[in-house]
C-alpha cells in the first residue's frame, strides 16, 4: 500500500460533495503561479490533441490562442463546469467515493490536474485511471502550491514539507506501472513568507510533475 490508512484521513470526514456545493468563483494561486503553469502547457500541450481536466472549476488556465479537438472536464461542482468556456463536455463525480472515469481507454493526449491533487485519498487508484485514459505516449501534467483547503487535504500532504509533497506526487506516479520517471519543474518564490501569506504577487511557489504513458512494447 501506498499510503497508509491514518495518512489518507481528511480533518473534516464529512462527504466532499457537501464542501463543494456551493460554487467558489475564484482562483486558488495567485497570477503568478498561474502564468508559469499557462506557459507550461504552452510548451507541452500540443494543438488539436484532447484533453482531460480533472478536478477542474471555472477556469482552466490553457493558453487562449491554442485550439484543442476536445476537452473534457471534471469536478465537483456543476455551476462552476458549465462556466468554463475551454471544456467541451463536463461530468461530476467525487474521486473519494468512487475513483473510476467513465472515460474510454486510450482516448487522451493529456490529462491534466490543477492544485486538487492534495485531495485524494485513493492516489493509487485513481493514478490508475489517468494511466488508462492516457494514449500512449500521452502526458500527465499535477500541478500545485502550498495553498489548500486544509481541512480538506489529506494528513500526508497536510504533514508534510513542499519536498515531501513533490516525493508524494512522484510516488503516486511510480506506483503506477507504465509510466515513465516523472519530471518535477519546482519554482519556488523569493518573497518572504509573511508577504506571501499577505497575497503579494509571485509569493506562490510553482510545483508541476509530469509524466508519459510509455509506450507498449513492441512483440518480437
Known sequence: MLLQPDQRTKLDDASDTYF??????VTHVDEGFIQQLTDLYR????PGS??????SSWVSHLPAELPFEHIEGHGMNAEELAKN???????????NENPQLPLEDASFDAVLN???VQYLQQPEVVFAEIYRVLKPGGIAIVSFSNRMFYQKAIAAWRDGSETRRVNLVKSYFGAVPGFGTPEV???????????QML?????????????ERMQPLTQP
Not at 510548451?43 to 500540443?46: A, D, E, I, N, S
Open 20 to 25: 463543494y456545493d456551493v460554487p467558489r468563483l
Open 43 to 46: 510548451q507541452r500541450l500540443t
Open 50 to 55: 484532447r484533453l482531460f481536466d480533472m478536478m
Open 85 to 95: 468556456p475551454r471544456l467541451d463536455h463536463y461530468f461530476v463525480q467525487n474521486l
Open 114 to 116: 490543477t492544485v486538487s
Open 185 to 195: 519543474i519546482a519554482h519556488t518564490p523569493n518573497v518572504p513568507a509573511i508577504l
Open 199 to 211: 497575497g503579494m504577487p509571485g509569493g506562490d511557489p510553482f510545483y508541476a510533475v509530469i509524466a
